[in-house]
């Protein structure tokens, strides 16, 4: 009896199979040659309606494949899902089950291994279990302004990841700071946040991945270059996510960088004065003292007007401005024994309405009190006081530049202000914006970028530096506001595309729809189903 059936069982195991191209003991699915039995050995396969298999093996009906949901181990294959999408445990060609899943059952989704509050890390998780509100959020990513240290071995579920605050400007960088440059100015490559700054040195800025300005051909930028966050390391968008372009969430304060530059006004020592310092007059502004364009380095260029030898009535109303070429080429450049240079920082607060202001205020602007000539060994500059119905009315150290770069992503709707006394010259791409040459009272003028986006040769989308040139030249007043309104650039807001077969961030799952019922719910949770 035994002997008997177990052809008849063998020839319908081959039937169940041999859609799926699966050989069990050698036998062929069908066709002649096959064991006999009493099903009548030479017969096309019966029970595969419309994918009958030919004598030498599939035909393309029921030829093996790679997304038919049926695993065939003689073509390779170590998973099949049912679909030939990578990025949901089973790669495209099916050779490969991709890392952190497990495919145990052909035909179904694979199984996504990493579950945030199991205590070791895995996929885009950045730390494990959940430290809500000190480092580690409910999702296994790291709160803005934390680092997480790596969970322990063997993991332990029940212990909350170790996190400590991260500190932008210690010069230690870790999270997902970008840069650490010891400080938390703007405007010098690292900004006041530790997200990467363009470099403009050149006079065309040039924007680095993780610097928060989003330009071609980068997919994305979200102002940091850690992987797991929708946006990569290399600024392209990740598998599974959706980036769309913000400029939402804009700094509370920007704290610019400014080169500010000691000259002699007042000698109290060896040193002579400074030529183009205290020597001259205005009531107004004289246009005109500088080149509309900044030279190959980005300097300015005196014109040549209103100087020793060349003041004509019509260009010059208040008479002589400046000296000589020589003279006026050390205002902002570096020149040992004319001008001690001095680092400092413009810090521009958020308004309420979202620009940007520094106001000296009545207080007055002398931003190299105490740093300069007059506190040299000997001193080699006295003090000055101050007009006390304009400033404060004390002594104070007069006679110096301040120099000011940053850049700018241009989107329309920019405006610039300047209010204060005396030269006062801005640059955006290197052409000449706003001019406030001369000596002169406090003058306030603004330039709407969109009304000069000709002249000044931008477009909408590109990234242009400011260069601002300051020069307080006379006593005895000194005051200087700067407002900026509209600059922010575009940058990268990123979030998990659930729905796409393809499981990051926060998801739980996601099986390529939007559907209750199925295992994986609408929004990417898993779900009990109970058939």
Same mark, same amino acid.
């Given at each position: 009896?035994?002997?008997?059936? /177990?052809?008849?069982?063998?020839?319908?195991?081959?039937?169940?199979?041999?859609?799926?191209?699966?050989?069990?003991?050698?036998?062929?699915?069908?066709?002649?040659?096959? /064991?006999?039995?009493?099903?009548?050995?030479?017969?096309?396969?019966?029970?595969?309606?419309?994918?009958?298999?030919?004598?030498?093996?599939?035909?393309?009906?029921?030829?093996?494949?790679?997304?038919?949901?049926?695993?065939?181990?003689?073509?390779?294959?170590?998973?099949? @899902?049912?679909?030939?999408?990578?990025?949901?445990?089973?790669?495209?060609?099916?050779?490969?089950?991709?890392? +952190?899943?497990?495919?145990?059952?052909?035909?179904?989704? #694979?199984?996504? &291994?990493?579950?945030?509050?199991?205590?070791?890390?895995?996929?885009?998780?950045?730390?494990?279990?959940?430290?809500?509100?000190?480092? #580690?959020?409910?999702?296994?990513?790291?709160?803005?302004?934390?680092?997480?240290?790596?969970?322990?071995?063997?993991?332990?579920?029940?212990?909350?990841?170790?996190?400590?605050?991260?500190?932008?400007?210690?010069?230690?960088?870790?999270? %997902?700071?970008?840069?650490?440059?010891?400080?938390?100015?703007?405007?010098?490559?690292?900004?006041?946040?530790?997200?990467?700054?363009?470099?403009?040195?050149?006079?065309?800025?040039?924007?680095?991945?993780?610097?928060?300005?989003?330009?071609?051909?980068?997919? #994305?930028?979200?102002?940091?270059?850690?992987?797991?966050?929708?946006?990569?390391? +290399?600024?392209?968008?990740?598998?599974?996510?959706?980036?769309?372009?913000?400029?939402?969430?804009?700094?509370?304060?920007?704290?610019?960088?400014?080169?500010?530059?000691?000259?002699?006004?007042?000698?109290?020592?060896?040193?002579?004065?400074?030529?183009?310092?205290?020597?001259?007059?205005?009531? @107004?502004?004289?246009?005109?003292?500088?080149?509309?364009? &900044?030279?190959?380095?980005?300097?300015?260029?005196?014109?040549?007007? #209103?100087?020793?030898?060349?003041?004509?009535?019509?260009?010059?109303?208040?008479?002589?401005?400046?000296?000589?070429?020589?003279?006026?080429?050390?205002?902002?450049?570096?020149?040992?024994?004319?001008?001690?240079? %001095?680092?400092?920082?413009?810090?521009?607060?958020?308004?309420?309405?979202?620009?940007?202001?520094?106001?000296?205020?009545?207080?007055?602007?002398?931003?190299?009190?105490?740093?300069?000539?007059?506190?040299?060994?000997?001193?080699?500059?006295?003090?000055?006081?101050? @007009?006390?119905?304009?400033?404060?009315?004390?002594?104070?150290?007069?006679?110096?530049?301040?120099?000011?770069?940053?850049?700018?992503?241009?989107?329309?709707?920019?405006?610039?202000?300047?209010?204060?006394?005396?030269?006062?010259?801005?640059?955006?791409?290197?052409?000449?914006?706003?001019?406030?040459?001369? &000596?002169?009272?406090?003058?306030?003028?603004? %330039?709407?970028?969109?009304?000069?986006?000709?002249?000044?040769?931008?477009?909408?989308?590109?990234?242009?530096?400011?260069?601002?040139?300051?020069?307080? /030249?006379?006593?005895?007043?000194?005051?200087?506001?700067?407002?900026?309104?509209?600059?922010?650039?575009?940058?990268?807001?990123? /979030?998990?595309?659930?729905?796409?077969?393809?499981?990051?961030?926060?998801?739980?799952?996601?099986?390529?729809?939007?559907?209750?019922?199925?295992?994986?719910?609408? @929004?990417?949770?898993?779900?009990?189903?109970?058939?």
């Amino acid at each position: 009896m035994r002997a008997h059936h /177990r052809p008849v069982l063998a020839m319908m195991t081959a039937l169940a199979l041999g859609c799926a191209g699966i050989r069990e003991g050698g036998m062929a699915s069908s066709g002649t040659g096959g /064991r006999s039995g009493g099903l009548g050995g030479g017969s096309p396969a019966a029970g595969g309606a419309g994918g009958s298999c030919g004598t030498n093996g599939a035909t393309d009906g029921c030829r093996p494949r790679c997304g038919d949901g049926k695993l065939d181990p003689t073509t390779g294959e170590v998973c099949d @899902d049912g679909n030939n999408r990578p990025g949901d445990g089973c790669a495209a060609d099916c050779k490969t089950i991709e890392k +952190d899943y497990a495919c145990p059952q052909p035909g179904r989704p #694979c199984v996504y &291994l990493v579950k945030c509050g199991d205590g070791a890390i895995g996929g885009v998780e950045q730390c494990d279990p959940p430290n809500v509100g000190r480092g #580690c959020s409910a999702d296994c990513r790291l709160e803005p302004g934390y680092i997480c240290d790596p969970p322990p071995t063997p993991p332990n579920a029940s212990q909350p990841a170790t996190c400590h605050k991260t500190v932008c400007g210690d010069g230690v960088r870790e999270g %997902i700071e970008a840069c650490d440059d010891h400080n938390t100015v703007d405007g010098d490559g690292c900004a006041s946040n530790c997200t990467l700054e363009p470099d403009c040195s050149s006079g065309t800025c040039v924007s680095k991945c993780g610097d928060g300005v989003k330009l071609r051909p980068e997919g #994305c930028d979200d102002g940091n270059t850690a992987d797991g966050d929708g946006c990569a390391h +290399d600024c392209t968008i990740e598998g599974g996510f959706t980036c769309t372009d913000s400029t939402t969430g804009p700094p509370t304060q920007l704290n610019l960088a400014a080169r500010f530059r000691d000259f002699i006004s007042f000698p109290a020592g060896t040193k002579p004065r400074h030529p183009d310092f205290e020597a001259f007059t205005a009531e @107004d502004v004289t246009l005109n003292l500088v080149k509309a364009t &900044l030279d190959a380095n980005g300097n300015l260029v005196m014109e040549g007007r #209103c100087s020793a030898g060349n003041v004509n009535a019509t260009q010059c109303p208040y008479g002589q401005q400046v000296t000589t070429a020589a003279n006026f080429n050390q205002w902002y450049r570096d020149v040992a024994g004319v001008n001690l240079t %001095i680092p400092g920082t413009l810090l521009l607060a958020q308004q309420t309405q979202g620009s940007y202001v520094f106001d000296s205020g009545n207080r007055g602007f002398f931003p190299v009190d105490g740093k300069g000539w007059t506190v040299t060994n000997p001193a080699m500059e006295d003090v000055a006081t101050a @007009d006390a119905t304009v400033n404060d009315g004390r002594n104070h150290d007069f006679g110096f530049t301040s120099e000011v770069r940053y850049f700018f992503q241009y989107r329309g709707g920019e405006t610039l202000t300047f209010s204060g006394d005396d030269d006062l010259w801005i640059f955006i791409n290197r052409a000449l914006a706003l001019d406030l040459g001369g &000596l002169h009272h406090r003058i306030e003028k603004s %330039i709407n970028i969109d009304q000069n986006a000709a002249g000044l040769g931008v477009t909408v989308g590109g990234l242009y530096e400011i260069a601002l040139f300051h020069a307080e /030249r006379h006593s005895a007043a000194s005051n200087f506001k700067l407002t900026l309104t509209g600059f922010a650039p575009t940058s990268s807001s990123c /979030r998990s595309a659930c729905g796409d077969g393809v499981k990051a961030a926060n998801e739980e799952c996601d099986d390529g729809n939007n559907q209750d019922g199925d295992g994986c719910s609408r @929004d990417c949770r898993a779900e009990i189903v109970i058939p």
